[in-house]
């Protein structure tokens, strides 16, 4: 069964911090791989994602993640995070042989200080 | 506001009592999907639609849980006989197409069931 790791519980950042949360899966097949955010009091919300191409992908409000195979990795970065990047992260995993159904990370919760 | 829409957005029920939540896609969206999600995890997926065609439907979805989607439109998921480790947020997505062809998956707010 795939499964979605990511190591960072919560973690606290002053503003203009960069920001790198890990995700890593396990599952050999073909992936597709997203991170969604969640903010205080609302839904969850896509930040990008990957399906094939260019490894590095860029999202909304300046997140990018890279897609390293080799690693199993889609690591979300953003080089200078502000207070209102405050929320909840997951990453998700979605495979060829299971469309419907994507696998979530227990997400990362994330505290940017002013 | 035209996105997924879930009815209850709370719902207490006594152990034993049933309940049913309601989910309405956003409209063009042939694709619906139940997730569940308790504090500290992330979304667990439950079953998916396409159309009125259930595709799929998880081992965490034990005979005491229901979803249908009659008509391709909105969905019910329906709890018979809780008990108090079904209490969670559910909740409901939609999408045009599979995930795999680049459709976004666009969730709605959740509905939360506290079971005492």
């Known amino acids: 069964a795939q499964s979605v790791s990511q190591h960072n519980h919560h973690v606290i950042l002053s503003e203009a911090a960069s920001l790198e949360l890990g995700c890593n899966y396990s599952?050999?097949?073909?992936?597709?791989l997203f991170w969604y955010v969640q903010y205080p009091g609302q839904h969850l919300q896509l930040l990008l994602k990957?399906?094939?191409?260019?490894?590095l992908v860029k999202g909304i409000k300046g997140f990018e993640a890279e897609f390293i195979k080799s690693k199993f990795s889609f690591n979300l970065r953003k080089p200078s995070v502000q207070w209102s990047d405050t929320a909840e992260y997951f990453c998700?995993?979605?495979?060829?042989?299971?469309?419907?159904?994507?696998?979530f990370g227990d997400g990362t919760t994330l505290t940017v200080k002013p | 506001d035209t996105g997924v829409s879930q009815d209850p957005r709370h719902k207490i029920t006594k152990r034993g009592q049933n309940v049913t939540f309601r989910c309405d896609p956003i409209?063009?969206?042939?694709?619906l999907y139940w997730y569940r999600q308790t504090l500290g995890q992330g979304p667990e997926f439950l079953t998916y639609?396409?159309?009125?065609?259930?595709?799929?439907k998880s081992r965490l979805l034990s005979d005491r849980f229901s979803a249908e989607r009659p008509k391709g439109s909105f969905s019910t998921l329906e709890i018979q006989r809780t008990e108090q480790g079904d209490s969670a947020m559910y909740l409901c997505?939609?999408?045009?197409?599979?995930?795999?062809?680049?459709?976004?998956?666009?969730f709605g707010e959740g509905s939360w069931l506290t079971v005492v």
């Open positions: 997505a939609s999408s045009t197409r599979q995930v795999l062809s680049g459709n976004t998956i666009y």
């Open positions: 599952y050999g097949g073909t992936v597709n």
């Open positions: 990957y399906f094939s191409g260019d490894p």
């Open positions: 998700a995993v979605t495979h060829n042989t299971n469309a419907g159904k994507s696998t």
């Open positions: 409209s063009e969206h042939n694709r």
């Open positions: 639609f396409q159309n009125e065609a259930q595709l799929e």
